[in-house]
């Protein structure tokens, strides 16, 4: 324990150190740096290789947020760029984030190695000297700055598709959500007219059953003084004629 402080107050000397060395003109080009950064590779902003640690994460950060800390830059951005920093290490120590960065990152290396296979077949001495280092000479270029120039761009074209289709697919499902709230809307508007048209008939059953019951009652008996046709009468019963009255002198 005593040995960890040590080392931490040691780190602090030398931060402090360092920062006193540091002209305005070095915390503004920090700044625009940082603001220049690939928005989805927080590696960028911090400024570290794929393989840094989380150890080495905080320990980045902790020396680039003070050297642009709004209190310490005056450039206009050092909030902005202050404020990126802070969010890159946030996605670096989170698990999940940093896993997914590093699997495009492997996926942009296994794109490149894929590449390289095909170039060295057709330079014969290169494909030699790869078999007789024994993945020597692939370790050697994958370690060059050349294919960490490669790796850095191809990163940001597959984190970039990644990000495009994860954006078409949010688009979607705010799309289909959209739809089902509308089709929710309509269903409700649907059951609100017909329990109001069923409330307005039952509001109105009363009336409905008088008016039934005048109608039974004039519809048999007729209006009074009213003269109604004599009814037809059948001379047989068995027979389909119908025998009309007969008019008397």
């Not at 902003?45 to 709004?70: C, G, I, M, W």
């Not at 060059?144 to 790796?151: I, Y």
């Not at 003269?227 to 008019?247: C, F, G």
Request: one cysteine or more.
């Amino acid at each position: 324990m005593g040995e960890a402080s040590s080392t931490t107050a040691y780190d602090d000397m030398l931060l402090k150190s360092f920062f006193a060395e540091v002209s305005e003109v070095e915390r503004d080009n920090e700044v625009t740096r940082i603001l220049s950064c690939f928005k989805l590779n927080p590696f960028e902003y911090l400024n570290l290789p794929f393989e840094a640690s989380p150890e080495d994460v905080k320990k980045q950060y902790r020396k680039l947020s003070l050297l642009v800390h709004p209190d310490k830059c005056k450039h206009p951005q050092a909030k902005e760029a202050f404020g990126a920093l802070a969010k890159a290490q946030q996605l670096l120590l989170e698990e999940q984030e940093r896993d997914y960065v590093l699997t495009q990152v492997n996926a942009a290396k296994e794109e490149l190695r894929a590449k390289r296979k095909k170039q060295l077949k057709k330079d014969t001495a290169s494909k030699i000297k790869s078999l007789v280092d024994e993945g020597k000479y692939d370790q050697q270029y994958e370690q060059s700055e050349e294919f960490q120039q490669e790796l850095k761009l191809k990163v940001r074209e597959i984190l970039t598709d990644q990000e495009w289709r994860r954006r078409k697919m949010q688009m979607r499902i705010s799309e289909e959500e959209g739809r089902l709230k509308k089709d929710e809307e309509e269903q409700k508007e649907m059951w609100k007219r017909k329990r109001e048209h069923e409330e307005q008939w039952e509001g109105t059953r009363e009336k409905r059953v008088s008016s039934w019951r005048d109608f039974m009652k004039t519809g048999k008996k007729g209006k009074k003084g009213e003269i109604r046709p004599p009814k037809l009468k059948t001379e047989d019963p068995n027979k389909s004629y119908v025998q009309r009255p007969v008019k008397r002198g």
